[in-house]
């Protein structure tokens, strides 16, 4: 069973939790998904006799904890025997373990190793998940023509995540010649479906008019979208927007709420510069203005996730 893969960064990013909650969602609807043919004893029985498909579900129950007690290290040994078969999805599976250092020390140049082969047989995710280590030389050396190459293959086959980071790319000029028509080609459909990754390249776009004309408003809508999603670089770029009064009007009190998220969650060189937001508002705004807006602050975060990390600039 392949694991569900959410968007990353577009570079320099860490991996977070997301990455982790995106492979067990995905062990759980794939378990859903082959429990109605076969149950828990029956798979476990197909695998003793060296099934790959069923050593493969065996692992994703493993993952999950559905059926049996969750046990990473029980299902990397269960995908390990069914990749050593040659059979594609476990070695997906694998890979994601080593990348994810489930059950295993994390390990990129094992992950490159185990998702080579599926990928080489046309399998998006592998494709896909591939690519961002030659773009970040994570685990290989770094190879931003062979990322392109694979994230177009997987983007032929129809997946968003890799459409998107190939926008990315063609927006920074790594590896391509920098075409900004493209890269909102590229990202505007992401950003219609929801990804705040997309979003919030859209609205740099609509906000410097790269690729398309000026539209401060059009520029404010896209990054306030990303940045409700926790994306701390919008929610920088927004706190500024309501600063300036850059496609919304000026208001001083959310612009220190959204400079002071980013400072929640921010690295340093984020948080830095939302403590300097912070700092620009803070002399409109009286005492008890905020500690209301400080109160605010605290509940967005505890109903909120933490923030996706990342370089987007």
Not at 15 to 37: D, K, M, N
Not at 98 to 109: M, R
């Amino acid at each position: 069973m392949q694991m569900l893969v959410f968007l990353k960064p577009a570079q320099d990013a860490p991996r977070t939790w997301l990455w982790v909650i995106a492979s067990l969602l995905a062990a759980l609807l794939s378990v859903t998904e082959f429990r109605g043919q076969n149950s828990v004893d029956q798979i476990q029985a197909l695998a003793e006799t060296g099934d790959t498909v069923a050593l493969t579900q065996l692992g994703d129950i493993y993952r999950a904890g559905k059926g049996l007690p969750q046990d990473f290290v029980q299902a990397v040994r269960c995908y390990q025997k069914a990749a050593d078969k040659g059979y594609a999805p476990a070695q997906i599976d694998l890979g994601t373990m080593y990348h994810l250092g489930l059950g295993v020390p994390q390990n990129d140049a094992e992950a490159a190793r185990w998702w080579t082969n599926p990928a080489r047989q046309g399998h998006s995710v592998a494709q896909f998940m591939l690519a961002q280590l030659y773009r970040d030389g994570a685990g290989v050396q770094q190879n931003l023509p062979e990322a392109l190459r694979l994230f177009a293959l997987a983007a032929q086959h129809g997946m968003g995540s890799a459409q998107e980071s190939l926008g990315i790319l063609y927006y920074q000029g790594r590896g391509v010649q920098q075409d900004y028509a493209k890269a909102m080609e590229m990202l505007r459909p992401q950003a219609d479906a929801g990804s705040p990754n997309a979003q919030f390249y859209v609205g740099l776009m609509f906000k410097s008019g790269l690729g398309v004309p000026k539209d401060l408003s059009k520029a404010a809508q896209w990054v306030a979208k990303a940045a409700e999603w926790g994306l701390v670089p919008a929610q920088l770029e927004f706190g500024g927007m309501l600063r300036d009064s850059e496609g919304v009007d000026r208001n001083y009190g959310e612009a220190y709420k959204w400079f002071s998220l980013a400072a929640e969650r921010g690295d340093k060189e984020n948080k830095d510069k939302a403590l300097s937001g912070q700092s620009s508002v803070r002399k409109y705004l009286s005492a008890e203005k905020i500690a209301e807006l400080q109160a605010d602050v605290a509940a967005w975060v505890a109903q909120h996730p933490p923030a996706v990390p990342g370089n987007y600039r």
